[in-house]
């Protein structure tokens, strides 16, 4: 291109940003509702409202610190009955205590999920259910080999599933 090709360019685009300039500024903006600062307080019918749209209820901070305490004892109630048997038919399930030694053995064929249930009526672990997820999340699901491994009650998922993939 040219010097007087350049010139010319430069020209047009001095003379475009100009326009635009002259534009925005000396033309009013319409004012949409979100550039509006409108100062609104909100009261109660606007709360109930947006809480019965979102199918939600407001309670009273005293009523509130009631349920919490209702639920709390309920949570500790709950605690006692699983500690304490109901019947002879339970007694066969006696307290071991914290290092008791467990031999587990696993057989071709079985799944994580059984060894999880297995351990949990042991008493080696509190939740099945965890464990299990605990194993395939880190993938020690597919490392798990038949035999027989000693476990002891309190060991961590992480301890179990190094004990089983050895």
């Given amino acids: 291109m040219s010097k007087t090709g350049f010139r010319a360019f ?3 685009m001095i003379l475009s ?3 635009l300039a002259a534009t925005y500024f000396l033309f009013e903006k319409e004012k949409k509702a979100e550039d509006v600062d409108v100062k609104r307080e909100v009261g109660e019918t606007d709360i109930s409202s947006y809480l019965n749209k979102n199918d939600q209820i407001a309670v009273a901070k005293k009523e509130y610190d009631e349920l919490v305490g209702y639920k709390e004892t309920a949570i500790k109630l709950k605690a006692e009955q699983e500690k304490q048997p109901s019947d002879g038919s339970n007694q066969e ?5 914290p290092s008791a030694k467990y031999k587990l053995t696993i057989s071709d064929g079985m799944s994580t999920g059984d060894v999880s249930n297995i351990l949990e009526q042991e008493g080696i672990i509190n939740s099945a259910s965890d464990l299990n997820a605990y194993l395939i999340e880190a993938n020690y699901h597919t490392k798990i080999r038949s035999g027989s491994y000693e476990l002891s009650r309190g060991m961590s998922f992480r301890e179990i599933a190094n004990v089983l993939t050895k």
């Fill in 10 to 12: 430069a020209a047009g």
């Fill in 17 to 19: 940003t100009s326009v």
């Fill in 93 to 97: 399930k006696e307290e071991k205590p």
